[in-house]
């Protein structure tokens, strides 16, 4: 854990280092030619230092451990953050698209614009490589706000591509009305980035279920399942920053022990390590009873009373669902 959270601070340092240079020589190209597609560039640097340093600080509390206050931790604060970094990149793309509009209605005044080109390409290629090291970095220690960040540097690479193929136009062409036009689909082109993360961040703070990680723990229960695990059921799982709690209830033989009950859950803990990173795990334990013994495979059960007749499938409906028998089930 400790070296996961030193990962994303490192992470996140470099990314508002980078993205405060960045700022700064594209504000500089801006002002020696004058290109509102090159200060369209430069706007989205601004969020990208606003957002990484959202990033910086929500990494930083969801290290924190749960306290009082927060019994599950902080970690539902990096999906905030990625809520606030889409919020800026669609503010960005909206006053890049003002500026661009004012542009073309009062016309460009440019200069100097091979200059502008190769401060603005120099910017694309570091970007480039800084958002695919925040994206792997955010995959590697489950940060939604590193990966939100990564997008956000990749896209601002992508705005500069588009810069640039927009600046060797106008000096091609002569045409200056291209420069604002480009600004205005860099704009539009960000909007999409701005809402996706958006959207990903309401789906975490309102607990939406993450498909991969369910499948994960559903293909994972059912090659480690044993004879004697009679049943499992309402299954739960959600995420917190890049914690993954889990919990679900597990019907074992009435006759096991507490210590061989409790052994089973350390068993489950164990291998489901091994699929989902950072995870903690509560099993509800359940004993059977005798109408149960239809759908167990415990061969060497001696207290059986009637012989296994129907099969149980773990299908992912059936452990998020009821107890095969609701009647025996203990709450």
């Known amino acids: 854990m400790i070296n996961s959270t030193s ?26 030619t004058g290109s509102v597609a090159i200060f369209s560039d430069a706007a989205e640097s601004v969020v990208h230092v606003l957002a990484t340093s959202m990033a910086l600080y929500s990494i930083i509390l969801a290290s924190r ?17 990625a809520g606030v970094e889409g919020f800026l990149i669609v503010l960005a793309a909206v006053v890049i698209i003002y ?32 958002g695919f090291y925040l994206i792997r970095t955010g995959k590697k220690t489950n940060s939604l706000t590193l ?18 193929i927009g600046i060797l136009l106008v000096i091609i062409t002569k045409i200056e009305i291209i420069d604002p036009l480009f600004a205005i689909g860099v704009a539009l082109n960000i909007v999409f980035t701005g809402y ?20 994960k723990i ?25 914690k993954v709690f889990v919990d679900f209830h597990l019907t074992l033989p009435y006759y096991f022990t507490i210590r061989e009950s409790h052994l089973e859950e350390e068993y489950i803990e164990g291998e489901l390590e091994s699929e989902v990173a950072n995870f903690e795990i509560r099993v509800h334990l359940d004993y059977c009873t005798e109408d149960l013994c239809k759908y167990c495979n415990y061969k060497k059960c001696d207290v059986r009373v009637f012989e296994k007749t129907e099969d149980n499938i773990w299908t992912t409906e059936k452990l998020l669902g009821k107890p095969i028998n609701p009647s025996t089930h203990i709450t």
């Open 7 to 32: 990962l994303k601070k490192k992470a996140a340092y470099i990314s508002l280092a980078i993205g405060i240079g960045m700022f700064l020589s594209k504000m500089g190209a801006y002002l020696i």
């Open 65 to 81: 451990p749960a306290d009082d206050s927060h019994l599950y931790g902080h970690g539902n604060i990096e999906f905030f953050s």
């Open 99 to 130: 500026t661009s509009t004012l542009d073309i209605i009062e016309g460009s005044h440019l200069r100097k614009l091979n200059t502008g080109v190769i401060i603005i390409a120099a910017a694309g290629v570091i970007n480039f490589f800084l």
């Open 147 to 164: 990966i939100a960040d990564g997008k956000h540097v990749l896209t601002d690479s992508y705005t500069s591509l588009g810069v640039v």
């Open 196 to 215: 996706n993360l958006i959207r990903q961040s309401i789906g975490g703070l309102m607990n939406e279920t993450d498909k991969k990680i369910l499948d």
């Open 218 to 242: 559903v293909s994972k229960l059912n090659l480690m399942r044993k004879d004697y695990w009679i049943d499992i059921h309402q299954l739960r799982f959600w995420k917190s920053g890049d």
